[in-house]
Every structure is written in C-alpha cells, then in structure tokens.
C-alpha cells in the first residue's frame, strides 16, 4: 500500500476539518430555528447594536453601532458563514453612535426592509447608509407606533414609539425608535437613546404593557434616559448596558446604577461582559454569555 504524502495528508486534514465545522454550524443553527429565540447585545464600543434571530432562522438587527468595523466582526460571530439575509434593520435614531456601522451591514448583507424614525440627519454616515439601502434595494418603511413585524410564529417586534411626525430639526434622542420583542411569555424592551420625558409619555399611553423581562437600558445607561418610574412600571429582571470600555462620557451613571440596584435589576454591561446573549423558547429566559 502507497503511502499517503505530507502534502495530501494536510489537504484530507484541512477538508475533514471543513466538513467537521460545517456539520458542527448546521446543527446549531438548526437547533435555534427549531426551538429558541436568541437576542444578542453585541460588543460594538460606545453605541448600540443588537441581533435577534427567531427560531425559524429569520433575523433582525436594531442599530449597527457606530462607524468602526465591530458590527461586522461581531455579526460574523454569530450569524452563520453562509447566511448573507437580514430580514429586518431597525435604525432607532440617526446618531453616529447608533447607525455608524449600518452602511457597511447594507454593503454586506441583503436587507429586506429598513425601519427609521423618518428624522433626517447632515452627517455624512446618515446619507451613506440610506445610498447603500437604495443600492441593496431595501424597502424603507417610517417606524410608527401600532407597526408589527412578524419574525416567526409567537415571534413579534413591536414598535412602540414614535406616534408622530417630527420637525425637521427635533432633537435626535427624542425621535428615537422603541421597540418591544415578544416571544411566549418573553420580551424585551429596546428604547435607544429615549430621554425621560418620552419615557414618561410612554408610561402614561401604555402603562404596564411596557413590562419586559430584559430593558436597554436608554442612552448607554446616561441619567437623561432611565427614570426611577420608567424602571418601576418595565420592571425587567435583567438590565443591558451597551457601552465602550472607560468611555469619555461617564456611562453608565451610578445614580441609574444604584436605580437599578434598589429595584433588583441585574446589570449586564457590554464594557466588562462583552457580548450578551439571551435565548429563550417562549416559556423561560436563559443569559447563555
């Protein structure tokens, strides 16, 4: 029997190994679409960048963190090699921090739809995500309170907020997207970078609907955003903090730190866990990182 050379022994190894990680790949992502919703906080820096992937395999992406490379290295890690399909882009506002990154996920990945606040911004990240939605051919829809996205069976985004039609110059922070994810009797609530006084307009329109077992925090946990009242009628067991590591900003604010404490909140913060990931099959919620 011919013996096998170092150079084919490699390229067997190599193939193995291939064949060994796609198998492995196949039965994860099968495994979530048959039974679990994932939602990802991922590690972007100073901004906000969430994945969501329902147990069908359909995805949705709120916010693409700010114009840095993170969000295609961290979607990378949790998206499949093979999978290039987003089916959802929800842009909560037009700061850099928040859609820094997007121009680069439409150049990436073929978006199905694109959800914005209908705010316009002059920063030159602004216009290249909108040229790269049109280029991709992605549905542009404005983000109004009532709208349902329906990921999967029992797998719905709710936008929340905003109700109305803005001026053109409002405040961006103000104009920003709430959206509710509901799965069986799971949810979370992501709120952008919402100040206060719309958290209060939020709790007197919609009261104890709002309660979410997972809350972004608003603002990357900025004491303009997270009011003592907005926490108490959430009411999440678990509390997210996106945000970069010593930022110059001072987020998060200790005083929303000690809110939270006193009202039992655990606190996940992507400058000391990094990625964050909850999964859940509608009935229990599990913090997998």
């Known amino acids: 029997m011919k013996k096998l050379s170092a150079r084919k ?41 969430i994945f969501i992937q329902a147990p069908n395999g359909n995805s949705a992406l709120i916010d693409g963190g700010p114009p840095n490379g993170k969000v295609l290295s961290e979607l ?38 694109l959800f914005e606040s209908g705010l316009t911004s002059e920063n030159g990240v602004y216009s290249a995500m909108e040229k790269e939605a049109e280029k991709d ?37 103000s104009t920003s997207v709430v959206v509710k994810l509901t ?35 608003g603002h990357h946990g900025s004491k303009t955003s997270n009011s003592s009242g907005f926490f108490s009628v959430v009411a999440p067991e678990y509390g997210v903090v996106s945000v970069g590591e010593e930022n110059k900003y001072g987020h998060p604010n200790k005083e929303v730190l000690d809110l939270a404490e006193q009202d039992k909140i655990k606190v996940l913060r992507t400058d000391i866990e990094g990625r964050i990931v909850f999964e859940t099959d509608g009935v229990s919620l599990f913090l997998v990182k």
Do not use: C
């Open 9 to 49: 022994l490699q390229v067997y190894a190599l193939l193995f190994f291939a064949v060994f990680t796609a198998i492995i790949w196949f039965f994860v992502f099968t495994e979530n679409r048959e039974h679990k919703l994932r939602v990802v906080f991922l590690n972007v820096g100073q901004g906000d960048s």
């Open 183 to 217: 799965y069986g009797n799971e949810s979370f609530l992501f709120t952008g970078d919402l100040p206060q006084e719309q958290e209060n307009e939020l709790v007197q329109k919609y009261g104890t609907v709002l309660h979410a077992n997972v809350l972004k925090f």
């Open 137 to 173: 051919g992605t549905q542009k829809i404005l983000a109004r309170g009532g709208e349902k996205i329906k990921l999967a069976q029992n797998v719905i985004l709710e936008i929340l907020y905003p109700d109305k039609n803005f001026p053109p110059r409002a405040e961006t922070n």
């Open 76 to 113: 990378g890690s949790v998206m499949s090699f093979f999978d290039r399909d987003i089916d959802v882009v929800i842009a909560t506002h037009p700061d850099q921090d928040h859609i820094g990154g997007l121009p680069e996920v439409f150049s990436r990945y073929h978006v199905g739809a």
